[in-house]
């Protein structure tokens, strides 16, 4: 079986990065991970002093999300080697603090989770459901360590 999600108000929305869950990273709190991403992509950057507040402070994720996917603007010279532990870490936060949809989360088993972006063939799958879907993959990773720490605590 597959979960498909995307849009927040849809089916599992609240796996999409765009939720309304904040997450505390690096001392500020983030209203979503996409707000977190966004900036992530330009820390060391010339620009980072300027760009970085406004995403912080954009009231929806889609800002957030334009203005962090602006090619006007650089993003950091290493950003594709680290945009997954990025975007885990952000993730993982997110799961960790909302204990809501963590059970939510747990409660999809082994079923496979896809992000179902018609765009994104990077994160989601694609429209022709060919992508890499590596925010699905994350999301099964953090699902697999969540439930292997409650073993854990359970145990003996
Ligand atoms: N959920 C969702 C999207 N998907 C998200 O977009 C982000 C990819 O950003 P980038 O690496 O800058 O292309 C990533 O968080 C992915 O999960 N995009 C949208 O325009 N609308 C949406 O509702």
Request: include cysteine.
């Amino acid at each position: 079986m597959t979960i498909y999600f995307y849009k927040v108000n849809e089916p599992y929305g609240c796996f999409s990065n765009f939720s309304p869950h904040g997450v505390f990273l690096q001392d500020k709190h983030w209203q979503t991970v996409e707000h977190y991403y966004q900036a992530q992509k330009f820390v060391g950057t010339a620009e980072a002093t300027t760009i970085i507040p406004v995403i912080y402070a954009v009231k929806t994720p889609e800002e957030a999300a334009a203005l962090g996917r602006d090619c006007t603007r650089q993003v950091r010279p290493d950003w594709e080697q680290v945009k997954i532990p990025v975007m885990r870490e952000a993730v993982l936060q997110k799961f960790l603090t909302h204990k809501d949809i963590q059970a939510i989360l747990l409660s999809t088993g082994d079923t496979i989770l896809v992000e179902n972006s018609p765009t994104d063939y990077y994160w989601g799958c694609g429209v022709n459901k060919t992508g890499q879907n590596h925010l699905g993959k994350i999301l099964m990773s953090i699902r697999q360590q969540i439930r292997s720490v409650y073993t854990a605590e359970n145990c003996c």
